[in-house]
DNA sequence: TTTGTTGTTCGCAAAATAACGAACAATTCT
DNA sequence: AGAATTGTTCGTTATTTTGCGAACAACAAA
């Protein structure tokens, strides 16, 4: 009852979904998926926080693994890593997979 | 710049990613989703932490609709809320649904 | 060299999360 | 009524998250 850990994939799962967890970071994961990748400013005007918060949410993208930055003085590039991308929606597709549910609505 | 809000569906997104953000409550999701339903006992004794973590984070999975309880003294029944469930199912795959991404690497 | 532009980092504060043991509540069994 | 079983709730502690403004860093332009 003490040593039970998680499986790896629930861990990344989880993990993938905290980086998810705040809408702000899911508009920017959508806006950046739609745009291929684009500049911070362009992030940034279309939130509705302050530049030190949607940077703050970018690491944490960044840090989940699910964007990269590169800096292009005097700005910084942002892309979907799509590499991760593909991993997760792997994870999250699987974990919604049509269940091995039988029959009946509960079990006795 | 300071009334941009999120839209609806990136609030619930969110919500449900959120809720998926800890390896217990992967845990508890996928367990639940295999048995179709089942008591607290049952999903304590698969988990490594104490009782009343375990109901914490069932209390959260409940409050992000994920999942529903039903008291059967003396015990109380777990199930997957099969409606919310589908609903995330279909915002996480739209979200990852293959992008309106052109051609090159990146935009100029 | 001075000025601008663009983001990051540094405090800082408030709120939320995670975790536990102990106490409590509800019901069944003896 | 008294004991046992099953979960929830309470109180507490430690950590993380969210958010901001101000200060800073890096480079381009004047």
Redesign the pocket.
């Known amino acids: 009852m003490t040593t039970k850990e998680y499986t790896a994939e629930q861990e990344r799962l989880a993990r993938f979904a ?1 980086a998810m ?2 809408p ?1 970071r899911i508009a920017i994961l959508e806006f950046l998926a739609a745009q291929e990748c684009c ?3 362009d992030i ?1 005007e279309v939130l509705p ?12 993208l960044r840090d989940a693994g699910l964007i990269q ?1 590169t800096i292009e ?4 590039r942002y892309c979907i890593n799509r590499e991760n991308w593909a991993t997760a929606r792997r994870l999250f597709a699987g974990f919604f997979k049509e269940n091995n549910r039988e029959k009946g609505e509960c079990c006795p």
Chains 1, 2 share one sequence.
């Open positions: 905290k967890g705040h702000a500049f911070f400013g940034h926080i302050s530049k030190a918060t949607v940077s703050q949410h970018l690491s944490e930055g003085p005097p700005k910084v």
